[in-house]
C-alpha cells in the first residue's frame, strides 16, 4: 500500500480492486517451510513439463533474441489457421489467453456497461471488467454447470460481453451444444459472447461445443484457447483468441505491438505439432482422474466428475485448513473459499507418483470415519 500523503488518484473502481491470487509457486513454498521435494497441483499445468519439441524450437531461436518478434506473429497464426480451418484474420495472439481477455474488456467496455458473469468460474472475467470500470452481473451455476439460460436472462442493454467457461474452471463440467446453440439464438445484437476453452483439449464429452464451429455465426463469438495447460508451455504466456475477423480487427487496434515474444511465438508452434506429446497429455490426464476418483471414493471423499485436467473435492471441512496442512506437507492444492466454496479443494491432476503423495497426504490429515 503507498502511503497517503501521495495523495495517489486512484478511480474508485481500481482502489476497491484485490490483485489476482495465483497458486503458490513450489519455490516460494520450499523458502517459506524450509522443506523439500513439494509437489504443486493448484494451477492446473502439465505434470509432464513442457512440449519437447516445443522447447527446442526455443532453444533453437535464442540467438535471434536482439531482434524484435514479429508483431503480426505471422507463423504461429498460420499454424493456428491450419489447425482449426480458419482464416489468419480471425486469430489474435496474447501474452497468454488472459491478455485476450483484457483487450476484450478494453476494446468493448466503458463505464456504466455490464459484463454477465457466471459464479464460480475463472476469477480472470470479473477483474478484466473492472479494470474498464464496468459493472459485473454474476449468475450462479445449476448443479455445478454454467446455466447458459440463466446467463441470458442477465444480459440487459448495458451488456456488451457475456463470459461462459467450458468445462468451467473449476467445476471441470461442460454445458450441452444444444443449450449452446439455443443460447446464441437469443443473444441480442450489441453482445460479445466470450466462450472460453482453456481446457478444451481436455474434453471427452461429444455432447460438449467446440466453440471455433460458432464464430463464423450470426452473433459474435470469440473463443480463447492457451499454450498454458495442455501444451505445458505456462511459463512462457502464450494464448490466443478464434474470433470473427471484423472482432480480431478491433482488438487489433487496442492490443500493444509486440505482445507475445520471440521464444513464445516459435514453442508455441512446434509444441502445437507435437502431438504425441499432446496424446501423452490426455492419456495420463484420463489414467489421473480414474486413480484419483477412486482412490477418493475409498477415502469417503465426494468429488464431482470432470472433463477437464483437475477435479474439485469436498474435503468436508474448512478447505483453508485443509490447504494449510497439504502445504506443510509439501502438496500445493487451491482452496475453494475464494470461489464460493468454502469446504472443497481443487486438485490438479499430477504425475502418478504426486497423486500418490497427495492421496497420502489426505489419509493423514483428514479424520477417520
Ligand atoms: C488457466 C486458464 C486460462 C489461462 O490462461 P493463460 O495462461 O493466460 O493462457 C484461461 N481461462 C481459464 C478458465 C483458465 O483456467
Not at 469446504?343 to 497426504?361: C, D, F, K, T
Given at each position: 500500500m503507498c502511503p497517503d500523503s501521495f495523495s495517489l488518484p486512484v478511480p474508485e473502481h481500481i482502489r476497491s480492486l484485490k490483485?489476482?491470487?495465483?497458486g503458490k509457486p513450489i519455490e516460494a513454498l520450499e523458502r517459506e517451510y524450509g522443506i523439500r521435494d513439494s509437489i504443486k497441483l493448484a494451477s492446473n499445468e502439465n505434470p509432464l513439463g513442457p512440449s519437447p519439441l516445443g522447447v527446442a524450437a526455443l532453444q533453437a531461436a535464442l540467438n535471434g533474441l536482439h531482434r524484435y518478434p514479429d508483431d503480426g506473429g505471422h507463423h504461429l497464426t498460420a499454424a493456428l489457421a491450419d489447425r482449426w480451418s480458419v482464416d489468419p484474420a480471425a486469430i489474435v495472439l496474447g501474452n497468454g489467453s488472459d491478455e485476450i481477455l483484457t483487450l476484450l474488456a478494453r476494446a468493448f467496455l466503458r463505464p456504466g456497461d455490464t459484463a454477465v458473469i457466471p459464479r464460480p468460474s475463472f476469477l480472470m472475467y470479473e477483474l478484466v471488467v473492472r479494470w474498464a470500470g464496468a459493472e459485473c452481473v454474476f449468475v450462479p451455476l445449476k448443479e455445478m454447470t454454467i446455466d447458459p439460460a440463466?446467463?441470458?436472462t442477465a444480459i440487459d442493454d448495458r451488456c456488451r460481453l457475456v463470459f461462459l467457461c467450458n468445462p468451467n474452471n473449476p467445476t471441470g463440467t461442460v454445458i450441452t451444444r444444444e443449450a449452446f446453440e439455443t443460447f446464441l439464438q437469443k443473444i441480442p445484437p450489441g453482445v460479445v459472447v466470450v466462450l472460453d476453452e482453456a481446457y478444451g483439449e481436455f474434453v471427452c464429452d461429444p455432447d460438449s461445443p467446440n466453440g471455433v464451429d460458432y464464430i463464423h455465426g450470426d452473433r459474435p463469438v470469440v473463443v480463447l484457447r492457451?499454450?498454458?495447460?495442455?501444451?505445458g508451455l505456462a511459463g512462457l504466456r502464450i494464448g490466443y483468441g478464434l474470433m470473427p475477423p471484423e472482432v480480431a480487427a478491433v482488438l487489433h487496434q487496442v492490443r500493444p505491438p509486440f505482445n507475445v515474444g520471440i521464444p513464445a511465438q516459435v514453442a508455441a508452434t512446434a509444441a502445437l505439432g507435437d502431438t504425441a506429446f499432446l496424446e501423452k497429455t490426455r492419456q495420463l490426464t484420463r489414467t489421473g482422474l480414474d486413480d484419483l476418483a477412486r482412490a477418493m471414493d475409498r477415502l469417503g471423499l465426494r468429488w464431482f466428475p470432470t472433463e477437464a485436467n483437475f477435479?474439485?473435492?469436498?474435503?468436508?471441512?474448512?478447505?483453508?485448513?485443509?490447504?494449510?496442512w497439504l502445504l506443510a506437507k509439501g502438496v500445493i492444492v487451491r482452496a475453494m473459499t475464494a470461489y464460493g466454496y468454502p469446504?472443497?479443494?481443487?486438485?490438479?491432476?499430477?504425475?502418478?507418483?504426486?497423486?500418490?503423495?497427495?492421496?497420502?497426504?489426505l489419509e493423514q490429515i483428514l479424520p477417520k470415519g
Open positions: 490483485p489476482y491470487v495465483p440463466a446467463l441470458l492457451t499454450f498454458s495447460k495442455a501444451f477435479f474439485l473435492i469436498d474435503v468436508g471441512m474448512s478447505a483453508d485448513a485443509v490447504y494449510d469446504n472443497y479443494i481443487r486438485v490438479s491432476i499430477g504425475l502418478p507418483e504426486e497423486n500418490m503423495r497427495l492421496i497420502r497426504a
